[in-house]
């Protein structure tokens, strides 16, 4: 079975199938149709569906005449039917693995998926997970919903591994491309396989590892880490601020140093599907050992507190005019989790907006990149823009992503006062109505 998988692969004639056509999955897809492969997108959500098979792109790492392209010369295509599952040969997983309300993993998706799969998949199938979860996972999850559903022996008659999506949506120099792969795998076969798959449809190198745990561990250990480091940040920039000391000027004075640093930067929360999740999933399996994860629940408990903090500090700006947060006005400048990037996917300035309701202040927002965002059911339209007049109109500016299109001069100018959660304004020299993270 290997030996034929490797020559289909060599010859282009694998078809590929992939779950979820969310932000990793659409970019995986494309690559997959980009390298010669006959590639399939299964998605629940019919809008996207019918975006794809248009060649509408809805993700920004993608590039839109590619999308169109592989999608006229039918190299692309998607469905919501999953029996088109027994036509391919290789099934990527990338579909959301949310926390639950208990804040802890929500991997339905994972498993409903899986079920389908097992429904409808051949001998020499090849399916990787790429949805980032917890350590155990592939083997104690998927593993026996594929032998059972299907009756096919996993490493005899099909290949399982994991292989961690690392998208970093806006990033100028890595994508999906060029990003390095980690593969772990259920035998070394299918990690043989499931490596040369990536191998000929992706720049980046492929490091394999020793079983799917490992990789898992990987992925949870990259966030984590960023999780930990931002927290220290946080904690240091409310230390900072009580001391009278620009945590900003300290981090780029750190960053001098050659080697040994690091250097991470403070803002309103954590936002994005990865950093601010990643840290639960492995909190929650840490329990089933008996283990209690002290140094990753506090920087979380940090990082959770971040826009609480941002508000009071938000109050006590507006005090100084003897203002009380109770009818101020208050613009926020960016709902996206990142600068220049349309997604806002537990994005922290959601959750401030929400408490600065809550305490009644009257709050609108700006993004150039989200028009509209849906949060708890509703949604929510944002200003279509902002000049002189309107930015005057305000009490307090509160600016949680640093959008580069948007004019900070202009801003400083004719803001009461600016709450500056990300530095956004760092080049501004009139600093009498500014206030730093």
Request: charged residues 25%; aromatic residues 8%.
């Amino acid at each position: 079975m290997k030996s034929k998988i490797l020559q289909k692969i060599n010859d282009r004639k694998i078809k590929v199938g992939v779950i979820g056509l969310g932000y990793v999955g659409l970019p995986l897809a494309v690559e997959k149709a980009k390298a010669g492969f006959e590639t399939v997108g299964f998605d629940v959500q019919s809008e996207k569906v019918d975006m794809v098979n248009r060649g509408e792109n809805y993700i920004g790492d993608v590039v839109n005449e590619d999308l169109e392209k592989l999608v006229k010369e039918g190299k692309l295509r998607a469905t919501t039917d999953f029996s088109f599952i027994e036509d391919v040969d290789f099934i990527a997983i990338c579909v959301p693995t949310p926390l639950d309300e208990h804040q802890q993993p929500d991997i339905s998706y994972v498993k409903n998926s899986t079920v389908e799969i097992a429904k409808y998949m051949k001998k020499g199938t090849m399916v990787v997970l790429e949805s980032t979860t917890y350590p155990g996972t592939t083997e104690e999850l998927i593993k026996p919903l594929l032998e059972n559903g299907s009756g096919l022996s996993c490493g005899k008659e099909f290949y399982l591994g994991f292989s961690p999506e690392r998208v970093d949506p806006g990033n100028k120099q890595f994508k999906t491309k060029n990003t390095p792969k980690v593969v772990g795998a259920v035998g070394e076969d299918a990690k043989e396989v499931i490596s040369a798959m990536y191998r000929v449809v992706l720049d980046g190198d492929i490091y394999e590892v020793s079983s799917p745990a490992v990789a898992e561990m990987e992925k949870i250990l990259e966030n984590t880490y960023r999780n930990i480091n931002i927290g220290l940040v946080n904690e240091l920039a409310i230390l900072c601020n009580k001391m009278q000391i620009s945590l900003w000027e300290v981090v780029d004075a750190a960053k001098t140093k050659p080697y040994g640093f690091q250097a991470f930067y403070p803002g309103p929360g954590l936002g994005g599907h990865c950093i601010p999740l990643d840290p639960y999933y492995l909190s929650w399996k840490a329990r089933e050992f008996g283990f209690h994860t002290s140094m990753i629940e506090a920087s979380m408990m940090i990082n959770d507190k971040m826009p609480e903090y941002c508000v009071e500090r938000a109050s006590k700006i507006l005090n100084k005019d003897q203002k009380a947060l109770n009818g101020s006005k208050i613009l926020v400048m960016g709902v996206a989790y990142k600068q220049d990037i349309d997604d806002y996917r537990e994005s922290p300035a959601i959750d401030i907006i929400n408490i600065l309701k809550k305490q009644g202040a009257l709050v609108d927002y700006y993004d150039p990149f989200i028009p509209e965002y849906k949060d708890k059911g509703d949604f929510h339209s944002g200003l279509n823009s902002i000049d002189k007049n309107i930015i005057s109109s305000y009490d307090l500016v509160m600016i949680t992503a640093s959008h580069s299109s948007i004019d900070y001069q202009m801003v400083q100018e004719n803001a009461k006062w600016v709450f500056d959660t990300k530095n956004a304004m760092k080049n501004i020299i009139n600093r009498k109505n500014i206030e730093i993270l």
